[in-house]
């Protein structure tokens, strides 16, 4: 080698070397591919044959020994198939693949190293050697051989190649040239001159065809990316011992090449699904009457500004009952939220970190890490995934993608005397409220700011807050743009709105890559630059969207990927339409038969897991006229509370749906078994007081305190009266004995006169908050050790009280958490060591 | 990156008294006061972004970024824009100096007792006739933003 060092010194030469390969590899490629369904197809062969031929010759020219021996086997082999003195066999097309993977090694360590590297795969050459020595007698050629295919069109001829770098500064200078035409233009309207004029027009037009001629450079066919999927299928069929073809439809439509780029990973690892884990295995196919071969069917198609890609097979589907198990294994669902879950969302569990439905991790599939990844990825690029599955029929997984990254519709706005760019794709609409009345539509609810937005209510925060400008005073009218973000929807009031216009992203320099709120930044027509918001992370910083990855990823943690805090269940029963009960109140639901509801002391009752349950009904309770007996044979829905020998069932209608509460606009009870009204979801909504039903329906349920002997007392202080009972219901659901207050002076006395052992106040207790209720009353005699719990609403900050080991701080309306840290602190009384057990499970 | 030979022509400039000398290899380009927008939340040591021919580029206040900054001059400040591994940097610099050839045998360390926000930003000192050139290391310059932005 050392003779011909000098001519591979030659960079020049060397990479044109490079790049002339890596063309010759990527083809070569699908062509062995095709070759194995076509094995005598001999223009193919030719042009293997032709391609394997090239890349030895040159690198037997600038001395790449190695390489040169790999190829030489290879095209021995070749041109004894080329000459049809044998078949291209699936063992020999896998032996020439090897060939080609060896080949890119070599060449990637040549282009890092600029050697060939150590390898000098003496393996791979002597099973080449061996191949190329033994060959099998021919048999017969089969009647019908492939016909040959049209020959290469003459594309080359016409096309050069452009490194990738110079397309991207021309489409900055471009970029340029544009700020620079705009400006003469707004200089010429000025100037009054008649030449200026003319040629300013024609530097107008120029300017736009540029600007849409360089754009056109940097698109490319999908295609680009599918040329590799067909080796990609085959060796993981080859693995599995599966049968699959690729067929690809709309190969030229064109993305974007930053957008290639992006879907490339993704798109790799559906298709690797689909081979995995969508379609089955021969036997299996041939039984359920389908042809052994599967399909795997690549689709792109532009619709409506998008691109749309299909990824179908035509394997076994998903069944989304075994989805429904795994995410109960996997703890992603449990068991009492399940009803109200319909297939297509249960599907759509497949995109939650941490799920896999792989009985065998295979390095295929089956880590549980990707359809995430694959979610994510492509909604970073702001485009959307769907599935849809059909059992025994197949999988078909559809990617919406913009046409380019590069330039966007966004929406200008001022916030502090700076200009914003929010991106078009997240906007759902603006609005605009003026003087006194727009702003009576804006509502405080402990700190939080709502905008009533028909009927619904739309959290929203200032723009100047969250990014920590200063606010401009004068409120004459408030804008709000309406944000959607991981399916959450909320307002961000901005100081006023400007215009929409295409930007050009760029993206932002390392040194500000941590600030979560910007997404990159544009130029601005004045040559200016602006910052382009992340909706997102807008949203997430300013508490308004939790933040999207908070899932467990483990493996071993076993966490629910929806809190419960705060979600509601919402029925039907009796002449009303919609009742709500904190769903951290409910241990499960239930269906029985009609059939199976007894009549035990004069009640009704159901077997229910080894023990009797008491079935009550709001029938009687909330509205006399309805007879309370069922007459249909349908099961009857019955929403089960407490555990164990404490569970009671209530009748119900229907169960309508578990949403996240929005206990908001309120209105005081209009029925004792009701605790008031508010809007849940857009529609109004009665709270069940379960209290007054359990007492109604002479149920005594004080949880497992009646069985611990002296229930601990609560002093329970929160102003509104609504969210006192809801607290309240709570409470004594878990046993405890409460007594109401509604400021901090009736909390004093009531703490002197009654000696509570507990206090749970809410941060915001008027007048002067809770941490200077607790101060006061353990100023009182025999009340210093009083333990304190303080229930905040999650948007102001929590105090951290100075009690130490009394004091805890909750969130409100996290039923479990604020049980459980009751639990906690009463341990610390001394003589109430019997602390309800079962308390934490309501 | 830190090699110890130094490069013997400098472009020069001045930030809050300081003298200072970077390769001329590595500046871009010398700019009058550019129009900068402001980056909310950013660190205060990054100033804003500016437009330079189409790239967005962020501009760093040098007075800032060498220690607590001096009241306020308020004369207008100059963009020397520099190369550095992040790719460009404009250094926001008080005044610009002329482009010096120096003799590398005149390059020493920089001295223990100065102030330490300048000393690891600095590579070492020239000693000129009447005064001393500190060289300054733009990628640290640029760098040290980089966790001060991450670190919030």
């Known amino acids: ?215 056109k450079t940097r698109m490319q066919p999908i295609g680009m990316v599918w040329s590799k999927l067909p080796r990609v299928v085959r060796d993981i069929a080859h693995a599995l011992g599966k ?93 009492e939220v399940e009803p109200g879950y319909n297939d297509r969302e249960i599907l759509n569990f497949i995109f939650k970190p941490g799920f896999s439905t792989a009985e065998q991790v295979t390095s295929i599939s089956g880590r549980g890490v990707g359809m995430d990844v694959v979610k994510s990825s492509i909604e970073k690029i702001g485009g959307q995934v769907d599935l849809a599955s059909t059992l025994g029929e197949g999988t078909t997984v559809r990617l919406k993608i913009p046409l380019t990254l590069a330039i966007i519709p966004g929406l200008v706005v001022t916030s502090g005397g700076e200009r914003f760019v929010i991106p078009q794709a997240s906007l759902l609409e ?73 930007i050009v992203v760029k993206p932002l320099s390392r040194h500000l890559k941590g600030l979560s709120m910007y997404a990159g930044a544009t130029i601005m027509g004045d040559g200016r630059v602006a910052l382009i918001l992340d909706v997102a992370g807008i949203g997430q910083s300013a508490g308004l969207v939790r933040s999207a990855s908070e899932p467990a990823r483990a493996a071993g943690e076993k966490k629910e990927a929806v809190s419960e805090a705060g979600r509601l269940l919402l029925f039907r029963a009796a002449s009303f339409g919609r ?153 004594e659901m878990a046993g405890y004995r409460v007594i109401e207050c509604a400021d901090a002076a009736e909390a004093l006395r009531a703490a002197e006169h009654q000696r509570p052992d507990l206090l749970v106040a809410a941060q915001t207790l008027p007048p002067a908050g809770a941490p200077s209720l607790v101060e006061q009353i353990r100023r009182r005699h025999g009340l210093e050790r009083l333990p304190a719990l303080t229930l905040t609403t999650g948007a102001e900050s929590p105090h951290q009280s100075s009690g130490g080991e009394f004091d805890d701080c909750q969130a409100m309306f996290d039923w479990d958490a604020m049980v459980e840290s009751l639990r906690r602190l009463s341990g610390a009384i001394e003589n109430h060591t019997a602390q309800p057990e079962e308390a934490g499970h309501l | 990156m830190s090699n110890q030979t130094a490069p013997s022509r400098f472009a020069t400039f001045t930030v809050s008294g300081m003298y200072f000398g970077i390769d001329v290899l590595n500046v871009q380009e010398v700019l009058r006061r550019e129009t900068m927008t402001r980056i909310p939340l950013a660190p205060d040591v990054i100033a804003g972004l500016i437009n330079l021919r189409g790239e967005i580029v962020p501009a760093i206040d040098m007075r800032r970024r060498l220690g607590p900054p001096a009241p306020d001059a308020s004369e207008n400040p100059m963009n020397v824009v520099a190369r550095t591994q992040d790719g460009p940097v404009s250094l926001l610099v008080d005044e610009i100096g002329d482009v010096l050839d120096l003799d590398a045998a005149a390059f020493e360390p920089a001295p223990e007792n100065l102030n330490p926000h300048a000393r690891e930003l600095i590579r070492g000192i020239f000693q000129l006739k009447d005064r001393l050139m500190l060289v300054l290391d733009t990628d640290k310059a640029a760098g040290i933003a980089v966790e001060a932005t991450r670190a919030r």
């Open chain 1, 1 to 215: 080698m050392a003779g011909q060092e000098s001519i591979h010194e030659d960079p020049e030469l060397v990479r044109e070397f490079l790049i002339e390969s890596a063309e010759h590899l990527a083809r070569l490629d699908n062509e062995l591919v095709q070759l194995e369904a076509r094995p005598r197809d001999a223009d193919l062969l030719a042009g293997i044959f032709r391609s394997v031929h090239t890349i030895k010759g040159t690198c037997g020219f600038l001395g790449y020994t190695t390489l040169q021996a790999i190829t030489h086997e290879a095209e021995t082999i070749l041109s004894e198939l080329r000459a049809g003195r044998r078949d291209a066999s699936p063992d020999l097309i896998s032996l020439i693949l090897e060939v080609i993977d060896a080949t890119r090694a070599i060449l990637r360590s040549i282009e890092t190293t600029g050697k060939e590297g150590a390898n000098s795969f003496a393996n791979l050459i002597e099973r080449l050697q061996f191949a190329a020595a033994n060959t099998p007698a021919k048999p017969e050629p089969a009647p019908g051989a492939a016909a040959a295919e049209p020959g290469q069109s003459a594309v080359c001829d016409s096309a050069i190649r452009v490194d990738v770098g110079l397309l991207d500064k021309l489409m900055n200078l471009v970029g340029e040239l544009v700020l620079a035409r705009n400006q003469i233009l707004q200089y010429q309207n000025a100037a009054d001159d008649s030449a200026l004029s003319a040629t300013s027009q024609r530097l107008n037009l120029i300017t736009t065809e540029l600007q849409e001629g360089v754009m």
């Open chain 1, 579 to 731: 009742i709500a009960v904190p769903l951290s109140l409910v241990a499960r639901l239930e269906e029985f038969a009609p059939s199976a509801i007894e009549q035990a002391g004069g009640r009704r009752v159901v077997q229910y897991r080894g023990r009797i349950l008491p079935l009550i009904s709001l029938g009687g309770m909330l509205d006399s006229r309805v007879p309370d007996t069922s007459v249909t044979q349908d099961p009857v829905p019955v929403i089960v509370f407490g555990a164990g020998e404490q569970s009671i069932g209530l009748l119900v209608d229907e169960i309508l749906d578990i949403t996240e509460s929005a206990v908001t606009c309120r209105k005081p009870a209009s029925h004792p078994a009701l605790l008031g009204s508010a809007v849940v979801g857009g529609r109004v909504t009665d709270f069940l007081d379960l209290h007054a039903v359990l007492a109604h329906a002479g149920e005594r349920f004080d949880g497992a305190a009646a069985r611990s002997g002296k229930p601990g007392t609560i002093l329970l202080a929160e102003n509104s009266q609504f969210s006192r009972a809801l607290l309240r219901g709570a409470l």
């Open chain 1, 243 to 335: 049968q699959i073809s690729v067929a690809v439809e709309g190969a030229g439509t064109e993305l974007d090449r930053t957008i290639i780029e992006a879907i490339k990973d993704p798109m790799l690892h559906l298709v690797r699904n689909a081979c995995g884990h969508g379609i089955e295995l021969p036997e299996v196919r041939v039984k359920a009457r389908k042809p052994a071969q599967g399909r795997v069917m690549l689709r792109a198609w532009h619709e409506g500004g998008q691109v749309n890609i299909e990824i179908s097979d035509d394997g076994g589907g998903i069944d989304p009952a075994k989805i429904r198990r795994k995410a109960f294994q996997q703890g992603l669902l449990r068991r």
């Open chain 1, 430 to 502: 603006l609005v605009r409220l003026e003087g006194e009345a727009g702003r009576g539509q804006i509502e405080q609810i402990q700190g939080a700011r709502v905008y009533r937005r028909r009927g619904t209510l739309l959290p929203i925060a200032c723009l100047n807050e969250v990014l920590g400008l200063a606010c401009d005073g004068s409120d004459e009218v408030i804008h709000i743009v309406v944000l959607q973000s991981d399916g959450r929807q909320f307002g961000v009031v901005v100081d006023g709105i400007q215009d929409t216009q295409e």
